[in-house]
T-cell receptor, first 115, second 113 residues
Framework: GAVVSQHPSWVICKSGTSVKIECRSLDFQATTMFWYRQFPKQSLMLMAT?????????EQGVEKDKFLINHASLTLSTLTVTSAHPEDSSFYIC???????????FGDGTRLSIL | GENVEQHPSTLSVQEGDSAVIKCTYSDSASNYFPWYKQELGKRPQLIIDIRSNVGEKKDQRIAVTLNKTAKHFSLHITETQPEDSAVYFC????????????FGKGTRLHILP
C-alpha cells in the first residue's frame, strides 16, 4: 500500500532552535500534503496544506512565518518550525492522498520537545 | 467550513460487548466519512470509510452507518477485544475536497476484561 515516510521521529532541542521535519511519499507522487499538529490527549488539528510547486495554504490561526512549508518536488514536503519554543512542543504528522479525493496516508509523526 | 462533533469522549465497554461512537457534521455537501484508529504514540490508521452513496458499510467486526439527512454517522464495533482499546477519530472533508479532512475530537475506547 501507499507509504508516507516521515523523519525524524523524535526531536529534543533547545528553545530558539529551528527544526525541520521531512515527509516523503515513497511509492506515489503527492501533489498535496497536509500537516497536522496533535497535543497530548487531543485531536489532530490541520495546520496547513502543502502544494507542490506553489505556496502552502495555512489554516486560521497558524503563523506562516513560524511554520515554514516547502513542497519542492512531487515526493517531498518539509515543515520547519522556526525559533521553536516550549509551547511548540507537540506531535507533528503529515499525510498525503494517493490521488485527488482519495483517502489520506499518514506518516509516523514527529514528536518535538523544546527544552 | 466543516465542523465535526464526536461523542462520547470516553467509552468503556466489557470485552465481547459492542461499542458505538457517533459523529455529526455541518456541511451538507460532504460525501466522504473516514474513521481512524490511533494507538498511543502512533499514527492514525484508516479502519473504515463510507461515501454518501451508501447508508452502511461493514468490514468484519466494524461497521459504519451514515444518515445524510440528519448529517450524522456512527462507528459500530461488535465483539470487542482488548486490542480494540485505542482512540478513535471520525473525520469529514472540508472545502469540497475528500482528501482534506477535519477530525472530530476523538473517543478513547477502553475494553474492560
Amino acid at each position: 500500500g501507499a507509504v508516507v515516510s516521515q523523519h525524524p521521529s523524535w526531536v529534543i532541542c533547545k528553545s530558539g532552535t529551528s527544526v525541520k521535519i521531512e515527509c516523503r511519499s515513497l511509492d506515489f507522487q503527492a501533489t498535496t500534503m497536509f500537516w497536522y499538529r496533535q497535543f497530548p490527549k487531543q485531536s489532530l488539528m490541520l495546520m496547513a496544506t502543502s502544494n507542490e510547486g506553489s505556496k502552502a495554504t495555512y489554516e486560521q490561526g497558524v503563523e506562516k512565518d513560524k511554520f515554514l512549508i516547502n513542497h519542492a518536488s512531487l515526493t517531498l514536503s518539509t515543515l520547519t518550525v522556526t525559533s521553536a519554543h516550549p509551547e511548540d512542543s507537540s506531535f507533528y504528522i503529515c499525510s498525503a492522498p494517493t490521488a485527488n479525493n482519495q483517502p489520506q496516508h499518514f506518516g509516523d509523526g514527529t514528536r518535538l520537545s523544546i527544552l | 467550513g466543516e465542523n465535526v462533533e464526536q461523542h462520547p469522549s470516553t467509552l468503556s465497554v466489557q470485552e465481547g460487548d459492542s461499542a458505538v461512537i457517533k459523529c455529526t457534521y455541518s456541511d451538507s455537501a460532504s460525501n466522504y466519512f473516514p474513521w481512524y484508529k490511533q494507538e498511543l504514540g502512533k499514527r492514525p490508521q484508516l479502519i473504515i470509510d463510507i461515501r454518501s452513496n451508501v447508508g452502511e458499510k461493514k468490514d468484519q467486526r466494524i461497521a459504519v452507518t451514515l444518515n445524510k439527512t440528519a448529517k450524522h454517522f456512527s462507528l459500530h464495533i461488535t465483539e470487542t477485544q482488548p486490542e480494540d482499546s485505542a482512540v478513535y477519530f471520525c473525520a469529514a472533508p472540508t472545502m469540497n475536497r475528500d482528501d482534506k479532512i477535519i477530525f472530530g475530537k476523538g473517543t478513547r475506547l477502553h475494553i474492560l476484561p
